[in-house]
């Protein structure tokens, strides 16, 4: 489905980017694949996880480079791009996919973890992202993939900087269609559930926690991918602005913050009066303080 074309994957040295890069490479695509190499905290960098997913393409017959920048740097943002261009000759669609994690609770959370996440989520989907948008204006083509998060999009604990960045991202890849349809080219979002290094840290003392894991098991990283190969063919030509979830073999199509009830007065709001009538008749449909367990309340199929 993607025979020729040039995708970028950040961060596909390991879990869900490594099923995207080798799903691009078998469906024909020429692949950077971008990884710093990095501790799931975002700590240390090696060449060898980019490097290793190369190898794996090239013994099977596909095409791709490795590119072991960080996406948290603008000018290394470019360099990325600037891989593609100088090994391939064009790039097609950038797979912002890279991450880390620095969990703590608001309260406690440094202004260092909060940084360090949004640099590496929000800041380097926007600097890959814009580091592209050159070559994808002048070609009138390309696509975006962006990963978001439940997190951001629902809820969880202990995960601001996480969760911001996340729904950050979401922002930003509705701007991005938005900005860019007139040049045809797309952006969607993905948020995945998939048992990778980055959520295989869940304690498995009890009986209870390790039955919870094995199911977390069945979320299989490389069930990811299907999705992104079809979004980055032109078969998705008419695919943008929207946001999905993929969970083992299930998809979600997720919905987007819209109005959902209003109440009005003539005469215009005291605060009493919406104490007294504006709130109760909007608390009926208020969002509980649920998180992504308490939504995706079912085993994944
Ligand atoms: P992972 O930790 O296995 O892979 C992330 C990769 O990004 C690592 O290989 C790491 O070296 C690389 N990386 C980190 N910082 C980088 C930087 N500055 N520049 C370039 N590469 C960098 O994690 P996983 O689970 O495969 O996550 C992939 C994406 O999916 C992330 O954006 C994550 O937030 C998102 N996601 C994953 C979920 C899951 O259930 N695994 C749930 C929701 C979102």
Redesign the pocket.
């Known amino acids: 489905m993607l025979q020729d074309k040039v995708v970028v994957v950040?961060?596909a040295?390991?879990?869900?980017?490594r099923d995207f890069a080798l799903a691009f490479a078998a469906h024909g695509a020429k692949v950077v694949v971008?990884?710093?190499?990095?501790s799931?905290a975002?700590e240390g960098a090696s060449a060898g996880?980019a490097q290793k997913v190369v190898d794996e393409i090239k013994a099977t017959g596909g095409e791709a480079v490795a590119s072991t920048d960080?996406?948290?740097d603008w000018e290394a943002a470019h360099r990325i791009v600037k891989t593609a261009i100088d090994t391939f000759g064009r790039i097609d669609c950038v797979v912002n996919?890279?991450?880390?994690l620095r969990d703590r609770f608001f309260f406690n959370m440094s202004v260092e973890e909060w940084r360090a996440v949004i640099d590496?989520?929000l800041n380097?989907s926007f600097y890959v992202s814009r580091a592209a948008a050159p070559y994808f204006k002048s070609q009138n083509s390309g696509c975006y993939v962006h990963?978001t998060?439940t997190?951001g999009l629902i809820g969880n604990l202990g995960q601001a900087n996480y969760s911001a960045a996340k729904l950050g991202i979401a922002g930003l890849s509705k701007s991005i269609a938005l900005d860019m349809a007139k040049y045809k080219v797309r952006s969607n979002c993905i948020?995945?559930?998939?048992w990778?290094?980055?959520?295989g840290s869940i304690p498995t003392e009890t009986p209870e926690q390790q039955a919870r894991v094995e199911k977390m098991k069945l979320m299989e990283?490389a069930k990811i991918a299907p999705l992104a190969v079809y979004l980055a063919s032109d078969a998705a030509q008419e695919i943008s602005g929207q946001i999905f979830a993929v969970r083992a073999n299930e998809l979600f199509l997720m919905s987007q913050s819209r109005p959902i009830r209003s109440v009005h007065r003539a005469g215009g709001w005291t605060p009493q009066d919406i104490a007294e009538h504006g709130m109760p008749a909007l608390r009926q449909s208020f969002f509980p303080l649920d998180r992504t367990q308490d939504v995706f309340t079912w085993d994944p199929l």
């Not at 996919?97 to 880390?100: L, P, Q, S, T």
């Open positions: 950040t961060g040295g390991g879990g869900i980017g971008n990884d710093l190499g990095t799931v975002g996880p960080s996406v948290a996919n890279a991450g880390i590496v989520h380097g990963m998060s997190s948020a995945p559930f998939a990778s290094r980055m959520i990283t």
